[in-house]
């Protein structure tokens, strides 16, 4: 029966007589285990990058920007620019297009209407003025009083007229008009002094000026009675081509001035067209 002899103790070969193995490198199997799981993770990062261009390449077929959560599970994936146009909707930029024509005035282009003397603009203003007055038949001569000054009448002196006392015989002769059916509109007045000339207003003063037979004259010596808020028995005078402006008195020169809704102004824009004095 052979005998077993114990393998010597390898921390001394030289020594116990035993030479170690050169026939393999120390550590193949670590060399062997380590070049495996290179291999493995090489091959799973190029299936997977094979797998993420295939999935990308299908989603830029089927829509034109890339889905948000069309990533790969462990890569880190960054969005590529998109070369589209940014959606409809609120954003930073405008989708329409910017215009360049400057807004239409309203009725730009087109003559207004003339005003019509049954009807004043302060009525729709929520003036309590109403319609005209129909004008005395035939000559008529009048007196036109104040009516928180009642004893101030107009009176021309030097072409204009003012509002003053009545002084004497002269002074009531200026102070006396022949009331007549307006120049511009039969429904409305319009005033002639004895010699001749009409009440006109220019530069929005009232003064005795000649006929010269102008659209513009007939106009600005025509004048629409409406009746005054002020008092029951006083007339506003409305221009005829100045709708909305009324005859009124202010530092007791008589002018046109445009309406206002305060007790000052309806006032001094109420008149009493009485008998003439002279």
Sequence with gaps: MPENKSRPPQDQPWENGWA?????????????????MAMATII???????LSERES???????STPAADATVPGLISFASPSGTAPPKGKSGLSSEKPTTE?????????????????KSPADEAGSPTKAPKP???????????????PDRYWHMSDGRVGLDRVRGSESREDS??????GLANSSCYSFATRDGRYLRHRDFVLRAERNDGSALFTQDATFCPRDSAHS?????????????????HKNFVVRLERYEHSSLY?????????????
């Excluded at 390449?57 to 829509?63: I, P």
């Design 44 to 50: 799973a990062c190029v299936t997977a990058i094979a």
């Design 266 to 278: 309806l006032a001094d824009s109420s008149f009493r067209l009485v008998s003439g004095l002279a």
């Design 232 to 248: 029951s028995d006083a007339t506003m005078l409305e221009s005829v081509n100045y709708p909305g402006f009324y005859l009124r």
């Design 102 to 118: 400057a807004p239409r005035r309203q009725n730009a282009g087109t003559p207004e209407p003339a005003p019509d003397p049954s």
């Design 57 to 63: 390449d299908g989603d830029s077929a089927a829509a």
């Design 176 to 181: 006396t008009f022949q009331q007549v059916r």
């Design 20 to 36: 170690p193995d050169t026939s393999r490198a120390p550590g193949t199997r670590r060399l062997w285990l380590a070049g495996g």
């Design 135 to 149: 004008p005395a038949a035939g000559t008529t001569w009048r007196s036109i009083r104040s009516v928180n000054y």
